[in-house]
């Protein structure tokens, strides 16, 4: 089947599978308690997609074009025998990559082992400060910064590298953690990267006055140490990438606050009860559930209702981005994993 681009003419290739819409950290920029609290009712279990739906699904996108599969959360080491799932996937011709995006708190040895020999190839971990207090109030549910970083040894002793390592930083929460950060994983093969804290959904209390960006993150950096930057590996690849002059490593810079990267976004999303959204900034889904289990639809026919939706996307939220389209409803962050 011939490439399938969106209005832009951006190619399909990278999907985002959201297998849990549960975690167990109350993150101030994702799930803040006062919204997730006790009585918040999270999806029940017939609702989410089951292994075999996603499986189906991982294969549908791979026939138009996909190579990339990133399993998100939500918490993903939440959802039960999520190796399994990941062989399954691993099992689909033309899937090049597993990734994972964790909080890292449910990762040990045994476990990095028991996915990295299910077909996982990379982790990232979310690690948004070095000192416990900093990193007990932005997770709010008291998980020291120890046990990430066990998870981040367990995960490169079970060789799921390159590693990298996700901070979101905003202005007075911990954005003074940006050289500590920085200096701890010089010279770890680990890869740090920055993320502009982005107004995504409607539950964060975003403000553009919060956001860190990229020129001051990069400044603050480069009194500390000369960077040069590095070619990107590939197209659409979201992060700015950098050097140490010194053989001291990589960063990474992501910026679609104020350095946009919509012009070559090549993902698609799919929430854990089957919606696609086709931006992370989307207000409403597309029901795959719907189509997947619907027994008189067939492979091509879902297939083709995928390859029109996304001949038919015109996505580019940040790029667009104003007072008018913040204040829109949005798919929250923790639904779909970013």
């Known amino acids: 089947m011939p490439i399938v681009v969106d209005q832009y003419q951006r190619p399909l290739h990278d999907l985002r599978l959201s297998v849990t819409d549960r975690c167990n950290f109350r993150c101030v920029y994702c799930m803040p308690k006062e919204v997730y609290g006790s009585r918040f009712h999270f999806l029940p279990k017939h609702d989410l997609l089951t292994f075999d739906e996603l499986t189906r699904a991982v294969w549908l996108f791979a026939q138009l074009g996909v190579k990339k599969i990133r399993i998100t959360g939500g918490e993903p080491l939440l959802r039960r025998d999520l190796d399994v799932l990941i062989h399954q996937i691993s099992e689909v011709e033309g899937i090049e990559e597993i990734a994972m995006t964790t909080n890292g708190s449910g990762l040990d040895t045994q476990r ?38 066990s998870a981040i040894d367990a995960a490169i002793a079970a060789g799921l590298h390159p590693i990298k390592v996700n901070m979101v930083l905003k202005r007075d929460v911990n954005d003074q953690q940006i050289i500590p950060m920085a200096r701890h994983f010089r010279h770890t093969g680990v890869t740090l990267r920055f993320i502009e804290y982005m107004d995504v959904g409607n539950t964060n209390g975003w403000r553009m006055d919060d956001v860190v960006p990229a020129s001051e993150i990069l400044a603050t950096l480069q009194q500390e140490w000369a960077l040069e930057p590095v070619a990107p590996t590939h197209p659409g690849e979201v992060a700015r990438r950098y050097r140490y002059q010194d053989g001291g ?73 104003s007072k008018a389209t913040g204040s829109g409803p949005k798919v929250e962050m923790s639904h779909i994993g970013g």
């Open 249 to 321: 490593g990589e960063i990474g810079i992501i910026a679609s606050v104020t350095q946009p990267f919509c012009q070559a976004c090549s993902r698609i999303r799919v929430s854990p009860e089957g919606q696609i959204y086709t931006c992370l900034f989307c207000s409403k889904g597309f029901d795959l559930r719907r189509l997947l289990r619907e027994d008189s639809l067939g492979d091509e026919q879902v297939m083709q209702a995928l390859k029109s939706l996304w001949a038919a996307r015109d996505d580019q939220y940040s790029l667009n981005r």
């Open 112 to 149: 990095a082992k028991t996915l990295q020999q299910a077909g996982l190839r990379r982790v990232t971990v979310s690690l948004d400060a070095l000192t416990d207090k900093i990193f007990k109030a932005i997770n709010d549910v008291g998980v020291p910064v120890s046990r990430i970083l």
